[in-house]
């Protein structure tokens, strides 16, 4: 690659790239994000690039590689351009049908997404409900961007956000293009952008100012962030530049998890090709604006997300937050001012700056403009990330996109916003998705996680793991925030066990005020939601642990027992899966399980075919 | 100068301080565990909480590494000061129940009852150890390995000390622990002879490379030499 010195040069290579985009050759989209991978992309690529070689039809057929577009449960998948034929969950043997039928202009019906609710084929993608519900403008560049090649996103008009600032020399413009959009931070508190951005450009101390983008999703069950990072590295890049030349600072970086291999790999790929090119580093295309960004590898703890706690971990210290003021805008990493931003903020910038600030502020409602991705997790039939405008219902997200329940039992709750956020029950999912409906209801927005629960999940089981994923992962400085998570564990622990008392449920509510109280960071301010929110919502749930020693939800395994029923077949399959031989019967005939070896485990309930196995 | 209001009082104080100070300096008493003077603040303990702003903005913060800002109105001892102190305590009491320091302030706070699984634990990770044997001794001996529940004080890999040079400083701050000063075995990094009713120091052959810089030794009153 060849560095570019001018503005002019970036245009001509960009115009270049465009021209030979050629889009009506059909091209198969294979998403190989983590997910894709772990799912068998890597093999479905494989296959692909053998049938495409062995027919000899490099130039009539184009194979593109992605991240992950989404729909996750359906994974391996194969999107065909330009026609937008979506083949879900195809095997390595139908590649070469696939490849065939592409190259003669058809389509596989039998291997087409059948809709569940009406049992029709569906052939274009846009047609699938999980994709119809949605407005992807950040997922939608996942199907067009191979992450691992900088021209597959110039071609897309990519850095050309970046390039219309450098050349318009307004830094002030674009601050407040930002504030107009209206755009508000992605990563949980929803601060706005642009009052970040201003306040930055505004320290003037001259010692040099950091931008960093924050890549530390570690929320169980939210992969938002990992998705962007693999799938469009270079619209964070981008993204970069632009607040870089908004405010004035002169280094940035990308405080990502080792925990995401794939991410780190794309990302590396990427700056070392924006800086080959000259879009990063001294002197970008030419011009006297330099920026040079970095990568620092996190090591994978939670409470690294918390902006002081990031910054003392970029700054090689133990990853422990420290009081605010003074904010990170002031002083920052090494005392500089610094403006700390998540990776689905940057990721909106250049689409912000590319088609106006307007045309952002007016997707979304008033005070929550433009759209974010939500990673639906759970008891949910259609698995994946979701791209929506803001103050949509969550009820559209739960049953239009996601498909409702992935089993027979009923959704009862999802929890937004991960361990710090709480859970919101099926009656209330009316609620509109923005920073402010939420926290009313007593949950967070958080950074995207969404963990969809059944009747089959019991809400103390639920506020119990979360409370000992943060006994684990508070950083332990402040007093209340590393022993309360664990006496609330321990209480928590108690009551599952069926030896829970009223007292104790009152001290935990006590406790729980205490901690939101009297912490210093986030973590601990927000720590006892899962607690107080179930309580709250299904407070119920806890006193039939209490007073009636039961888990209505059958999970609390001190408080439930198995059974075998009337409609046992004797077909012995739950003998054989037993690890204790806690299960006696003869074929044909109905088996018992004896509850003194019972462990518990459920290994019978999963391979019985009769329904035959209870719990109560 | 910064103006603030404590209590309903007026009071200005130099840019810089914290309400700690601030308050201190109108002789309002605050609780305080992990803060000393001459160390820098570190706001481990949450004891000195006060409550800060007006209406529903409200919130706790700890004093003692809260920096005075204009105007700020601030409440020592609001009733959910109070409560947040009292729970403080009690899950200390809970934690460290042999600590006089702690016995102390929960009896000064009215906190009667302990209603947690009792513990027996030898350190509450105030972290005054650490900054003294870094910022006052210059050592830089020990510090924090571990987060959450796995969080613990230590010298690097548990291995004895070479910057160690025993001047017992972490114990003399140390509000909780007990066990420590008790040790006198020829593996733990420090002494404790002064804090041991069979001084080691009889000992001297064994113990000798442990002995504290004190000479001669204020327990035992041998001379290293
Ligand atoms: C315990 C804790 C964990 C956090 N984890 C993340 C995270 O993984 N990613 C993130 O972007 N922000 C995280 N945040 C929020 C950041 O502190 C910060 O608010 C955010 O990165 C600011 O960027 P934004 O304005 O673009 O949202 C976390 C906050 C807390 C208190
Ligand atoms: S004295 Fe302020 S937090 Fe310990």
Known sequence: ?616 | MVNLTINGLRVSVEQGATLLEATRFLGFPIPTLCHMDGLSPYGACRLCVVEIGQGPGTRLVSSCTYPAEEGLQVRTASSRVLRARRMVLELLLASCPQSKTIQDLASAHGVRRQRFRQEHEDCILCGLCVRMCSEQMMAGAIGFRNRGEGRSIGTPFDAKSEVCRLCGGCQYVCPACQLRCTYTEPDKAICGGCANLSAPCVEKERFDDMMCYLNPCVACEIRKD
């Open chain 1, 1 to 616: 690659m060849k560095r570019l010195t001018s503005i002019g040069e970036f245009a001509a290579f960009q115009n270049r790239l465009s021209a030979a985009r050629s889009p009506h050759i059909p091209t198969l989209v294979i998403p190989a994000g983590a997910c894709g991978q772990a799912s068998g992309a890597n093999e479905l690529i494989r296959a692909a690039k053998r049938e495409i070689g062995h027919r000899q039809l490099e130039g009539r057929i184009r194979l593109r590689v992605t991240g992950c577009h989404g729909f996750c449960e359906m994974e391996p998948s194969v999107l065909v351009e330009p026609d937008r034929t979506f083949y879900p969950r195809v095997k390595p043997g139908a590649m070469a049908r696939i490849v065939e039928a592409t190259a003669s202009g058809q389509v596989l019906g039998d291997l087409l997404f059948t809709d569940p609710a009406t049992g029709v084929r569906v052939q274009k993608q846009d047609d699938v409900p999980f994709f119809r519900g949605q407005t992807r403008t950040l997922l939608s560049h996942m199907e067009t961007t191979d992450p691992l090649r900088i021209e597959s996103y110039v071609a897309n008009g990519g850095y050309s956000a970046a390039i219309k600032v450098v050349e318009r020399r307004d830094p002030r413009w674009v601050v407040n293009e930002v504030k107009a959009s209206g755009l508000r931070g992605r990563g949980g508190a929803g601060f706005p952008t642009g009052l970040k951005w201003e306040r930055l450009a505004q320290q003037r101390d001259g010692k040099g100012k950091f931008l960093v983008c924050n890549a530390d999703e570690g929320d169980p069950g939210a992969y938002m962030d990992r998705s962007v990072l693999e799938g469009n590295p270079h619209s964070i890049i981008e993204g970069m530049i632009i607040g870089a030349y908004a405010t004035g600072a002169d280094t940035g970086i990308i405080y990502v998890r080792n925990e995401y291999p794939l991410a780190v790999k794309h990302l590396s790929i990427a700056l070392a090709q924006a800086r080959e090119l000259g879009l990063v580093g001294r002197s970008i295309l030419g011009t006297n604006f330099s920026f040079e960004i970095d990568l620092v590898k996190g090591a994978g703890a939670f409470v690294c997300g918390e902006e002081t706690a990031l910054i003392r971990s970029i700054e090689g210290k133990m990853g422990e937050p420290r009081q605010r003021p003074p904010f990170p805008i002031e002083r920052g990493i090494d005392g500089k001012p610094t403006a700390i931003n998540n990776v689905e903020t940057w990721a909106n910038i250049p689409l912000i700056l590319r088609n106006g600030a307007e045309a952002f502020a007016r997707t979304g409602t008033p005070g929550n403009s433009g759209t974010k991705i939500f990673s639906l997790v759970g008891k949910i039939r259609n698995t994946g990330l979701v791209e929506v405008t803001m103050g949509a219902a969550i009820q559209s997200i739960i049953h239009d996109i996601g498909g409702g329940p992935s089993g027979k039992a009923r959704i009862k709750a999802v929890q937004t916003g991960g361990p710090s956020g709480g859970c919101i029950p099926a009656e209330r999912f009316d609620l509109p998705i923005d920073y402010d409906s939420l926290a009313k209801a007593g949950s967070i927005m958080g950074s995207g996680g969404m963990i969809v629960m059944d009747e089959n999940t019991c809400m103390v089981d639920i506020a119990k793991y979360f409370m000992s994923f943060l006994k684990d992962e508070s950083c332990g400085k402040c007093f209340p925030c590393r022993k309360g998570t664990q006496r609330m564990h321990e209480i928590l622990e108690d009551i599952s066990k069926g030896q829970g008392t009223r007292e104790q449920l009152e001290l935990l509510e006590e406790l729980a005020g205490a901690v939101k109280d009297t912490t210093m960071c986030g973590l601990g301010q927000t720590a006892p939601n899962p607690v107080l929110s179930t309580l709250h919502y299904f407070r119920r749930e806890y006193l039939d642990h209490i007073e009636r020693k039961r888990c209505p939800a059958g999970v609390c395994r001190d408080l439930i027992s198995f059974s075998i029923g009337e409609t046992c077949d004797g077909c012995h399959a739950c003998v054989q899966v037993c690890p204790e031989g806690a299960i006696a019967g003869k074929k044909k005939q109905r088996h018992v399980i004896d509850p003194v070896k019972c462990v518990k485990c459920g290994a019978c309930q999963s391979v019985c075919k009769s329904e035959a196995v209870f719990v109560a």
